[in-house]
């Protein structure tokens, strides 16, 4: 997890202020911490399409159970996790926001480490 994340300047904001309100474990808060010191911030509009982001659709595998999964991450208010659309401040959300196609990322979780690997990245119809 050497390389930078991108976000959006909203989406830099939201996981801010979830760490501010403690809604993370010690571990992640100084992890999320580091990333967002070093984060680009870009307009939506600038955001590369292979990036994990808000009313994006993410296909990864899991390593832990090497299960491939598609979600759909959104807003904490627009979470539905029966219909897969799940809350980019999830676990799996956290871990892999600001990263792209290819990426390898290993995360710790309150639930216990995460290997996850994202295979696509396209924009919510």
Known sequence: MSQNIILTTGLYDLIKDHVRRKKVTAQEEILLL??????SQ???????????????KVTY??????????VLFVGP?????????ISILSDKGIAMVGYKVGDLIEWP?????????ILNVEEAE
């Open 109 to 117: 979780s309150a639930k216990g480490d995460l290997k996850l690997e």
């Open 61 to 70: 595998r899991d390593h832990s159970n090497n299960e491939e999964k598609t």
């Open 77 to 85: 208010k627009r979470s539905k996790p029966g219909k897969n659309r």
């Open 42 to 56: 870009v307009l939506r509009k600038d955001l590369p399409e292979d990036v994990v982001s808000v009313n994006r």
């Open 34 to 39: 580091g990333e967002l010191k070093k984060a």
